[in-house]
């Protein structure tokens, strides 16, 4: 079965200063992989999916994330934050195999902008 | 083209009572998913379901906890003799298909308080 974790609940960063949001995963088999967004009050937003190709996938809002197999991570990161970035982000995986399969998700990493 | 909806988005209910949280998925899509998010923590998948048949319930507690999704009409999930326990934000997502990249679309969620 396959496993997320997000080590960091929370993540205070200034406005305009980088982040990078940790998020790594275990599974026997190749899997696909997610970050969605969850403002306060809503429902998920996908922000980027990895399926395969390029290791590094842009998404909306100038964030991006980097898949790296080895190190079985999948880290979201944007240059310069702003305040609208507050909000709680998922990492989530699903197994890469034929026929349904459950999406797994992390525990949430919330970012704090701090202005 | 309406997003996932939910209905109600908040439900007070005393112990005892129960509660039915509605979900309409996407125009298209056959597949829904219900989801629990209890306070500070992440989305617990609680069961999968297509028209008129459960797929995964793997993750809905044995008892007083059901599910369905009919021909017509929304799919719904019912909580009887709701306990403080309880107290969570539920979410609904939809899909068009239930393998592969597809991600999931998310509803704002039913936001259940039980006194």
């Known amino acids: 079965a396959q496993s997320v974790t997000q080590l960091d609940s929370q993540v205070p960063v200034f406005e305009e200063a980088p982040v990078e949001l940790r998020c790594n995963y275990s599974?026997?088999?190749?899997?696909?992989l997610f970050w969605y967004v969850q403002y306060p009050n809503q429902g998920l937003q996908l922000l980027l999916k990895y399926l395969s190709g390029s290791t590094l996938v842009k998404g909306i809002n100038g964030f991006e994330a980097e898949f790296n197999k080895s190190q079985t991570s999948f880290h979201l990161r944007k240059p310069s934050v702003h305040i609208s970035d507050t909000a709680e982000y998922f990492c989530?995986?699903?197994?890469?195999?034929?026929?349904?399969?459950?999406?797994?998700f992390g525990t949430g990493t919330k970012l704090q902008v701090i202005p | 083209n309406a997003g996932v909806m939910q209905n109600p988005r908040h439900l007070v209910r005393r112990r005892g009572q129960e509660a039915r949280l509605r979900c309409s998925p996407m125009?298209?899509?056959?597949?829904v998913y219900w989801y629990r998010q209890l306070p500070e923590e992440g989305l617990k998948f609680m069961v999968y379901l297509q028209k008129e048949n459960i797929i995964d319930e793997s993750g809905m507690p044995k008892e007083r906890f059901s599910a369905e999704f009919p021909k017509e009409g929304p799919s719904i999930l019912r909580i009887q003799q709701v306990v403080r326990g309880d107290s969570a934000a539920y979410f609904c997502?939809?899909?068009?298909?239930?393998?592969?990249?597809?991600?999931?679309?998310f509803g704002p969620g039913t936001r259940l308080t039980v006194l």
């Open positions: 125009k298209g899509h056959s597949h």
């Open positions: 989530a995986v699903r197994l890469l195999t034929g026929g349904y399969q459950k999406v797994t």
């Open positions: 599974s026997s088999v190749s899997v696909y």
């Open positions: 997502a939809s899909s068009p298909r239930t393998s592969g990249s597809d991600e999931q679309f």
